[in-house]
């Protein structure tokens, strides 16, 4: 992991891809030289100090060669707001890369990636690396509705192969994305790691099927940060360890932004 820069960096380009969410392209080739798929960066939304806190954002994609990176958020409240109104030409300050990342197994040849809602966020860097290790791929995406499907386009042209779940049937099937996991699971098609992304009740299930099924997940937690640097401990989420000598169960208090945001699914506490 490279170390946690402050620098600015300008705004390429800003989208509205569906209704109050964002894509914005950011200059970054500092931060590109060391960001890894599950990475975020930590942002100051306005150009003065209101909000005085940062707000964190996953790196959505990653391009090396032109040093650019993207960013993929939805308006949920002051912070984002501003974000939304920061126009091509602007610099913003930002740290990073901050955080772990997804760990793809050299061994694994089969990956699943299940995105819900704005979850999807992190999931395209994570599967471009993943098809461009040679992995077979397979993306799944949870929405409300049929405009709220974000990224099936990048994610089908990286290589990989895409279904989508609409709450309303909107768009394709209708019902939850974790029943496209259990379906893709009974057919036979077994991946060697499940990687997932969203709401949280979501990500508790897909760990569940992951148990059941004996296959590996990893999951992208997300919690409100104020330093996101590791130092203010506002992050913490319980999570299960083992103790070897005593071969029970013990509990550690992990940092979001710092020790995750990606864990074991195995290892997360849902129920605090
Ligand atoms: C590591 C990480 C990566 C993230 N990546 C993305 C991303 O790529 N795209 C994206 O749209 N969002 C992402 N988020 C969530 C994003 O940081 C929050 O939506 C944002 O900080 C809200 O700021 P705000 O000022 O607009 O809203 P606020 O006014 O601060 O809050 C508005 C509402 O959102 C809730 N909220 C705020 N922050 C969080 C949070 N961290 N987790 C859960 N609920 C929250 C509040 O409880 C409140 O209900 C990420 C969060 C983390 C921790
Ligand atoms: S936000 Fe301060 S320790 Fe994570």
């Not at 950011?26 to 990475?39: D, M, S």
């Not at 930590?42 to 806190?53: E, G, Q, T, V």
């Not at 694994?108 to 999931?123: F, R, T």
Request: aromatic share 6%; with cysteine; proline share 4%.
């Amino acid at each position: 992991m490279c170390a946690i820069l402050n620098i600015k960096v300008k705004i390429l380009n800003k989208e509205e891809v569906a209704p109050d969410i964002y894509l914005m392209k950011l200059k970054a080739p500092e931060i590109v030289q060391g960001a890894l798929p599950g990475q975020f960066i930590h942002i100051k939304c306005s150009k003065d100090n209101y909000p005085l806190l940062r707000r964190p954002l996953s790196i959505h994609r990653i391009d090396k060669e032109k040093g650019e990176i993207c960013i993929l958020f939805q308006v949920v409240g002051e912070g984002t707001k501003l974000l939304a109104n920061r126009t091509a030409g602007d610099n913003l300050d930002i740290l990073g890369p901050i955080g772990n990342s997804f760990n793809i197994y050299p061994e694994s040849k089969k990956i699943m990636i299940v995105g819900g809602g704005i979850g999807v966020a992190p999931l395209l860097a994570l599967c471009e690396e993943s098809t461009r290790q040679g992995k077979e791929v397979r993306v799944l995406i949870g929405a409300l509705k049929k405009e709220l499907v974000i990224g099936e386009e990048n994610i089908r042209k990286s290589g990989a192969k895409v279904d989508v779940a609409t709450d309303d049937g909107s768009y394709k099937y209708k019902g939850l994305v974790t029943d496209l996991l259990e379906g893709s699971i009974r057919e036979g098609w077994l991946a060697d790691q499940i990687f997932a992304c969203g709401p949280k009740f979501m990500m508790r299930k897909i760990v569940e099927i992951s148990l059941d099924a004996h296959i590996d997940c990893q999951v992208s937690l997300e919690e409100r940060m104020a330093c996101g640097i590791g130092a203010c401990l506002g992050c913490v989420c319980k999570i299960k360890t083992k103790d070897k000598k005593e071969d029970k169960v013990k509990y550690k208090y992990k940092r979001v932004c710092v020790d995750g945001p990606v864990f074991k699914g195995s290892e997360v506490v849902w129920d605090d």
